[in-house]
């Protein structure tokens, strides 16, 4: 089944200690991108990949990281959580940007900073 | 830079009535995506409009893109209870390399 999956799907943790969320796709995509979604705002892109080894920020970058060693996985790191990135995290895949097809999303992580 | 607003945010409505969900963008954009999410769940697509004058359908519901307005409309026909959800809409521009999302219009289908 193709799928694009996120761990974990709930996270709490304390302010400060460094923490990964994974994200795989079994689709062979090209484009992988995070997002957050918070109350009031819709969904804001945080980072990007258009291909393995090719990342880019998007609009709220600022606390994350992310890799992209393989096609299949995509990793947000926070190195350092603060209260202000508590939110429900979507990662997706979609072909490839120029080709007209929409994204898949995972089922989201919803990561509490206390 | 890219603002893309929905409106109504909420929509409380009853079944059978039909009622249309308004996606406003700032700028010239090359793709026009609706999205439905469901409570705890994640993002389903339901359309991806390309061109100026592009309609769509799916059952009860049809979306339709305006470029030269840089409108979208998802248009609910006799609604029923099932069709309660959020609904996004989203638009990209090639070379932009990223989705910009509405806020989200809840709607909730009353018996």
């Known amino acids: 089944e193709a799928q694009v999956t996120q761990n974990p799907r709930y996270l709490i943790t304390v302010t400060g200690k460094k923490l990964t969320v994974t994200c795989s796709q079994n689709?062979?995509?090209?484009?992988m991108s995070w997002y957050r979604q918070d109350p009031g705002l819709g969904l804001r892109q945080i980072y990007y990949?258009?291909?393995?080894?090719?990342?880019d920020k998007g609009d709220v970058p600022e606390g994350y990281k992310v890799s992209r060693k393989e096609k299949r996985n995509f990793p947000l790191i926070l190195e350092s959580p603060s209260p202000n990135q508590t939110s429900l995290y979507f990662c997706?895949?979609?072909?490839?940007?120029?080709?007209?097809?929409?994204?898949?999303f995972g089922q989201g992580t919803r990561l509490t900073v206390v | 830079e890219l603002k893309v607003e929905q409106n109504p945010l909420f929509l409380s409505m009853q079944e059978g009535k039909n009622y249309t969900i308004y996606c406003n963008y700032s700028?010239?954009?090359?793709?026009l995506y609706w999205y439905r999410q469901d409570p705890g769940k994640s993002l389903e697509s339901l359309f991806v409009?390309?061109?100026?004058?592009a309609v769509k359908q799916e059952g009860r519901l049809m979306a339709s893109l305006d470029t030269k307005a840089r409108l979208s409309t998802l248009h609910i026909t006799a609604a029923v209870h099932d069709l309660s959800a959020t609904y996004f809409c989203?638009?990209?521009?090639?070379?932009?390399?990223?989705?910009?999302f509405g806020t989200g219009t809840r709607l909730t289908i009353i018996p």
């Open positions: 997706a895949s979609s072909k490839g940007w120029d080709m007209n097809t929409e994204a898949f």
């Open positions: 689709m062979n995509h090209e484009y």
């Open positions: 990949s258009m291909n393995v080894e090719v990342t």
């Open positions: 700028t010239t954009s090359d793709r």
């Open positions: 409009l390309l061109s100026n004058g």
């Open positions: 989203a638009v990209d521009k090639v070379g932009n390399e990223k989705l910009t």
